[in-house]
């Protein structure tokens, strides 16, 4: 009786000079992605430090990555000596007057275009389409004109109205609202639904993290919106944020330290906005890429 010859089973198991090439290949790659993140994040490092260094300390010849005597004087400056807190007001008061705005008239015109048969829809659609080839500050002029016209410069009307201009949100809500199941729609419908209890109590509750997205990115946008802003706002007591910190000065010249202490607090309620809904944030990044590309 002769034994049966013996084949060798592939296991699958890498080379150890293989596994070596892609330990190295893996280290270098670690290695460049922090030297990448370090060039990128020094520059905030930098400004948060000087905002807590004294001026004499801060104009200094050479380079120091950490205060020798800390300082809250920019900030005490920033604080007391600006009208701050109304440019916060205005700021929170707009950005989430233009998120709010901005998700409802888009959702309902990503309903109508998707859900609804009227005359004029496919033309509609298309001008929606086209409008990304408008970049908005081509209408500056425009909307300066037409609110200038009704009187709206240098008020919160007016400085939201001409932000409220967010294709991408209803091209967003179409996409959505056309892949749903028509089932839904139908069964409602024959429960005697109508269209705005189809949108806010079918559609709009089984796309809460499209819709939270999109509030976030926009309420981003129109908390860093500086160029309508700047424009609109003729008085210190209409500016936002961003605009307002251009007016931390002093007569006897550029203070750098308080400068970037304003900078620093304007960017604060963004920056916790967005490690909050970091995902959120970038899920709609993704979408609007997805959508332009």
Known sequence: MTAAPTTTVATGVKHPKAIRYLDIGGLILTVLTVFCAVIWAFPLYWAAITTFKPEHEIILPYVELWPENFTLSAYYHVIFNTKIGIWYV???????????????????CGYAISQLQFSGRRILWWTILASFMVPIQALIINHFILMAQVSLLNSWLGIILPQLIAPIVVIVYKQFFDSLPRDFREAAVIDGANHFQLLFKVFLPMNWGVTTALAVITFIGAWNAFLWPFLAAQSENMMTIAVGIT???????????????????????????????QRRVTQAITLAAGIKG
């Not at 998120?99 to 888009?106: I, P, R």
């Open 90 to 108: 205005n700021s929170v008061v707009t950005a989430v007057s233009v998120t709010v705005l901005v998700v409802v008239m888009g959702a309902a």
């Open 247 to 277: 007016q931390v000065s002093d007569a006897f010249g550029i203070y750098y330290g308080r400068e970037l202490a304003g900078a620093m607090m304007a960017g604060l309620p963004v920056a916790v906005l967005y490690l909050l809904f």
